[in-house]
């Protein structure tokens, strides 16, 4: 005779206490319940700043050790994804009266779905003692054997969590290292955002409605470039290119519509040698806020600016409320990436096409970039007899790899450039009427055109069909960026003076009123220690001050540069 399985759980007891009976299925061993998850568990090193996700709590075995043994900073996130076992640990936990007001959080199957992706907000939501920044490493504990039922859905959570967790501390890789270059851009584009030159993202949405081509500087922009020799097949496109392109597409006579920037280094300056002079068809620059501002300035059309938000900080909220921070991206890193975005809030509607070539995310052996990029003329020019062109150093670095890329053609790719690809798919995969026409590189994930669909698909839309008009209004936010750009030097100035006299005596009790004022006047400029490996948070250890008062003078004379902006 077949056993009926148990739709709901039931606790059953054994030799050495109690096991869990589910669906035919014992979820603890019969003979001594806790002994496995003992010895795991004092088997376990634990160092601080871990989060460790506990699936399939059951009968909360273990977890009074578990939490005897953990280090500061550390948080145990309970989860299970059988409905009736929730139902039936949360019973169980109700009766742990030694698990009450502990470091532990117990998920619901769908707030765990949810918890990679606001894990900084959970934490500091239901233990603000425990900071954003305390994550360092993650680890999974099994608890029980109800894990064998969702298998899929608890290596998802800890995948999730462990790439949202290794994705913060790169990003504060990336802010240590340009933090200080991001801000300063950004408050000198701010500036640029008010003048007769800048036209609001917000005005040209939906403005395209013939088909888009957006183009990378990978090698497979060549092929492309020598369609785009058809003049009556470039009408019929809206060519938006990322700043690197420029070279390439001049030196064919291919002049784009609109470029993309976000590079925020000098460098980038190459790519626009000779765009002054483009007079006759000027492009529409579509301008990070975060991108070197300089290339703004030298531009030969209009510039349309937007911000990836780099950080997510009081100083970036403040401009939101204030309405003077342009249209918000999500912080994508690839030029190419956010020039895909754009793009797809260009078009009028989704039965538009967008077409993207050059994203190869990879390259081959001694050639890094398309023909006539700014990297591979620089090759070209420090040749010689004895040292020929070629970047073959790139191609054989340890932390590099190779794959076998679009139509099995060989690459190497970099963890930078890898990541890239990984993300393509994650922000466009789904999007409808976006296709790929580059004929090497990483696959994306998208439909593959050949060269001759993506001439057939193009002539089925009309030459006349109207580009972005010259009618969208300028929006002047000039007085209220002024009076932003004045507040701020007045409370650095302030804060410069404070730290110049007064650090020495910042210890005394006697000091509290001038403590507080500097951690007010830090809290909302966090620009000025974004870049510090500790700039987490504004504190006031001296060794932190000294810090910040170096930077003082540094913005005060980019607030300075940016006022003279608005005054002319």
């Known amino acids: 005779m077949e056993t009926v399985p148990l739709e709901k759980p039931c606790k059953v007891s054994t030799e050495r206490g109690f096991s869990i009976l589910y669906k035919n299925r014992y979820l603890y061993s019969k003979y001594n319940p806790q002994k496995a998850i003992l010895q795991t568990i004092a088997s376990l ?23 005897a043994k953990l280090p500061e900073n ?34 619901s199957p769908e707030e765990a779905l949810q918890f990679p992706q606001n894990l900084a907000q959970d934490i500091e939501k239901k233990f603000p003692q425990i900071k954003k920044e305390f994550v360092k490493r993650v680890i999974r504990l099994d608890f029980s054997a109800g894990v064998q039922f969702n298998q899929e859905f608890y290596t998802k959570i800890f995948s999730l969590c462990q790439t949202v967790t290794a994705q913060f501390w790169k990003n504060r890789l990336t802010l240590v290292k340009f933090g200080r270059l991001y801000s300063s851009n950004l408050i000198q584009n701010i500036a640029r955002s008010q003048t007769s030159k800048s036209i609001r993202f917000e005005k040209l949405k939906k403005s395209i409605s013939k088909p888009v081509l957006v183009l990378g500087t990978g090698e497979s922009l060549e092929r492309t470039v020598n369609l785009l ?97 342009p249209q918000v991206f999500p912080p994508m890193g690839s030029v190419g990436l956010s020039a895909v975005y754009i793009a797809l809030n260009l078009r009028t509607n989704e039965d538009i096409p967008v077409f993207v070539s050059g994203m190869d995310f990879s390259f081959s052996a001694g050639k890094t970039h398309s023909n006539g990029s700014a990297s591979h003329k620089a090759q070209l020019t420090a040749s010689s007899r004895l040292s020929p062109s070629g970047n073959y150093a790139a191609a054989f670095a340890p932390s590099n790899s190779a794959l076998i890329g679009k139509n099995n053609i060989k690459i190497i790719t970099t963890p930078v450039l890898l990541n890239y690809a990984q993300n393509f798919p994650l922000w466009f995969e789904n999007c409808r009427n976006l296709f790929d026409i580059g004929q090497r590189g990483i696959k994306l994930n998208l439909p593959l055109l050949s060269e001759n669909e993506f001439v057939q698909k193009l002539s089925t839309f009309s030459l006349t069909t ?103």
């Open 45 to 67: 090193e634990i160092r601080e700043g871990t989060l460790i996700l506990c699936f399939s709590p059951g009968l909360w075995y273990g977890f009074t050790e578990l939490i």
């Open 74 to 107: 550390c948080l145990l996130v309970a989860c299970e994804a059988d409905p009736a076992l929730h139902n039936f640990s949360k019973e169980e936990l109700s009766g742990c009266q030694n698990l009450s007001n502990s470091r532990l959080i117990f998920l």
């Open 229 to 325: 020799a058809d003049k009556n097949l470039r009408k019929k496109c809206y060519i938006l290119a990322a700043d690197a392109t420029l070279p390439v597409l001049t030196a064919n006579g291919i002049f784009p519509d609109a470029v993309a920037g976000v590079e925020s280094q000098l460098a980038i300056e190459k790519s626009y040698i000779g765009t002054a002079s483009h007079t006759e068809k000027p492009f529409l620059f579509f301008a990070d806020t975060t991108s070197r501002f300089h290339v703004a300035d030298i531009a030969p059309g209009k510039v349309c600016y937007f911000t990836s938000e780099y950080d997510t900080n009081n100083f970036l909220c403040r401009l939101k409320k204030l309405g003077i921070l």
């Open 466 to 568: 109207p580009e972005i008009s010259e009618t969208h209004e300028y929006q002047s936010l000039k007085t209220q960026t002024f009076k932003f750009i004045e507040e701020e030097l007045f409370n650095l100035n302030e804060l410069k003076d404070i730290l110049s006299g007064n650090t020495k005596k910042l210890s005394q009790e006697n000091d509290f009123n001038q403590k507080q004022k500097i951690l007010e006047i830090l809290k909302d400029r966090n620009y000025l220690y974004l870049h510090f490996p500790d700039g987490f948070r504004a504190n006031l250890e001296i060794s932190f001050l000294k810090r910040v008062r170096s930077e003082l003078n540094f913005f005060i004379k980019t607030f300075s540069l940016a006022k003279k902006i608005l005054e002319s």
